[in-house]
């Protein structure tokens, strides 16, 4: 094995750290590399993910969250806020090259050989590392699964035609903010709506009780979310990585807050004007979500604006620039 991927996905931190682990591995495995996952992971379906034939990768699911997995390999990535300073020490320690995934800068000294923080924030941070450390920082380095690679270089269109909303809003959703957003727009006569729930969501059915003026779908475990993203012209989704997936997709969206860290990650958005922020979810009203929403389905222009720019910004190399700088490193 090269490389050994320490990620975990369970309620109180939600999938979107072991996701992005899965991109990376996906271009490591592209890239020729033999990857392992050492997880401790809830979402059963994700971890099916993971141990399919068709990835590539070897499983080793844990018991607890805090424990260490030290296979001989040459490199270790831990991408985890459980993870502190003496977790990322003994990685370092075991003799791996450590690649660290954070995003808020909030441990006391960081043990790597690469620190990635792929957010638009991750320059405004100050991190205490050692002088040869790396810093990939901003989303010059954002990484993106297998499947979105095959949309790098496609323009989203961008139409005054009855338009498809995408509802996302990760793979736990523990209050159920699906919910509500779904609610909020329910009245809305002149679209279609789909709504994913993520494989950890418990909530699939109170969610299927909801009745809409336009047309429902409601997909749950999707593995090709680009080609899901691709067919649709406005989301409505959290602060999470799934807002860099639909920038490089050029989809128009609404943006609210479910936790703390999204802050920075949607506060970052802002100063690029790269999307519209509805506040945090369990504060923000029906009214005010479909308000913003409205403001998305009947501007074409501030579509189109946002689209070209979301583009801009994530170009769909992040995961060749990683894999360059753990190239010059070895």
């Known amino acids: 094995m090269d490389v050994i991927i320490r990620a975990d996905a369970y309620p109180e931190i939600g999938t979107g750290h072991l996701m992005r682990c899965l991109a990376l591995g996906q271009a490591l495995r592209d890239g020729g590399k033999r990857v392992g996952f050492a997880t401790y992971c809830e979402a059963a379906g ?11 990768f ?9 424990d260490i997995f030290h296979p001989p390999c040459a490199w270790a990535v831990a991408d985890g806020v459980n993870f502190d300073s003496r ?31 792929q957010n638009i924030h991750a320059h405004s941070l100050k991190y205490n590392a050692n002088p040869e450390t790396k810093l990939l920082l901003g989303p010059d380095y954002i990484i993106l699964r297998r499947e979105f690679i095959t949309y790098r270089g496609v323009e989203k269109l ?26 909020s727009i329910k009245d809305i ?5 789909t709504v994913i729930v993520g494989a950890g969501n418990l909530n699939i059915d109170i969610i299927k009780t909801v009745r809409t003026e336009s047309p429902l779908t409601i997909l749950q475990n999707v593995t090709d979310m680009a080609a899901v993203m691709a067919a649709h012209d406005v989301a409505i989704t959290s ?20 936790a703390p860290i999204e802050d920075y990650l949607v506060a970052g958005l802002n100063s690029r004007g790269l999307f519209i922020d509805t506040g ?15 403001k998305l389905l009947y501007n074409e222009k501030l579509r189109m604006a946002m689209s070209k720019l979301a583009q801009r910004l ?17």
């Open 239 to 258: 602060g999470g990585t799934t807002v860099w997936e639909l920038a490089f997709m050029g989809v128009p969206s609404v943006v609210g807050r479910v």
């Open 280 to 294: 945090w979810f369990k504060t923000a009203t029906e009214d005010e979500i479909r308000g913003n929403l409205l």
């Open 314 to 330: 994530v170009d769909g190399y992040g995961r060749n620039r990683i894999i360059e700088a753990m190239t010059a490193i070895l």
């Open 46 to 56: 994700l971890l099916a993910r993971l141990a399919a034939p068709e990835e590539g």
């Open 87 to 117: 977790f990322h020490k003994a990685m370092y320690d075991a003799g791996y090259k450590l690649i660290i995934i954070d995003d808020m800068a909030a441990l006391d000294f960081y043990h790597a050989s690469i620190i990635l923080n």
């Open 189 to 193: 006569t002149d679209i279609n709506i």
């Open 158 to 183: 961008i139409t005054e035609r009855r338009l498809n909303v995408l509802i996302t809003l990760g793979g736990v959703d523990r209050e159920n903010f699906t919910l509500k957003v779904l609610s």
């Open 58 to 66: 070897t499983v080793f699911p844990l018991k607890n969250k805090s």
